[in-house]
């Protein structure tokens, strides 16, 4: 089980962002999917979480509104759309399945002016 993100970058307060993240060694259709982030000192904590058919999510108070996770099952891709980032979201963004089995090695996303 092997996780690629892809898609961070450094954006400005406000701006957006869309993360991409394939699974290679077995296939996501059945699995739910997670999106956590960790920040320099603080623990990886879970911003989205999508069930197998993509209709149930969940998100934290800290990012519902905000975040939009969705899925491609038949290309194994998780994506999370973030809008309206804030310098609080600076972390390093890891997807995996739900609970999570492995870990990628993540993208960093910094928010900054």
């Known amino acids: 089980v092997h996780f690629v993100e892809s898609g961070g970058g450094l954006v400005q307060p406000g701006g957006s962002l869309r993360l991409s993240c394939t699974a290679s060694g077995f296939s996501i259709s059945n699995e739910a999917m997670s999106w956590f982030r960790q920040a320099p000192g603080k623990d990886r904590e879970l911003v989205a979480r999508i069930q197998s058919l993509g209709l149930i999510t969940y998100y934290p108070d800290s990012v519902k509104g905000r975040f939009t996770a969705s899925r491609d099952n038949a290309k194994d891709t998780v994506f999370l759309q973030m809008n309206n980032l804030k310098p609080e979201d600076t972390a390093v963004y890891y997807c995996?399945?739900?609970?999570?089995?492995?870990w990628g090695q993540g993208t960093q996303v910094t928010v900054s002016s």
């Open positions: 995996s399945t739900y609970p999570p089995k492995s």
